[in-house]
């Protein structure tokens, strides 16, 4: 029994690794998409070729979540979530940048925040 316990931690080690990713990138995508269409926050400071770049990124990590999610490995879901970040990341630099930033703002304080706990 023990040996069977032993067997299966890695397995269950994976699916929780597997399972946190995809979490953080179903969470990332809807936060960013919600931040997109707030028009009094970023969505407002947007504009329309940047909401409409930084849709179109969210809509393919979603559709490929969908296609390719449930057997992707975890380290596939993290890339995916990282080249979505790869898109967001310089338009938000620049927006806030342009706008001065907020008190020294790095430009990443509106994106959300990936956190690997559940």
Do not use: C
Not at 19 to 26: F, I, K, P, Q
Not at 40 to 48: C, I, P, Q
Not at 73 to 90: M, N
């Amino acid at each position: 029994m023990i040996k069977e316990a032993e067997l299966y931690a890695d397995e269950d080690a994976a699916v929780q690794k597997r399972t946190e990713a995809r979490n953080a990138l179903e969470n990332f995508t809807y936060s960013l998409k919600s931040q997109v269409g707030d028009s009094e926050g970023m969505g407002g400071k947007l504009s329309a070729d940047d909401k409409k770049t930084i849709n179109d990124a969210i809509k393919g990590a979603q559709e490929w979540l969908e296609s390719e999610g449930v057997t992707a490995s975890a380290e596939e879901i993290d890339e995916r979530r990282e080249e979505l970040q790869a898109v967001v990341a310089p338009i938000t630099t620049k927006l806030y940048q342009g706008s001065g930033g907020a008190g020294g703002s790095s430009g990443d304080d509106d994106l959300p925040n990936h956190h690997d706990e559940l």
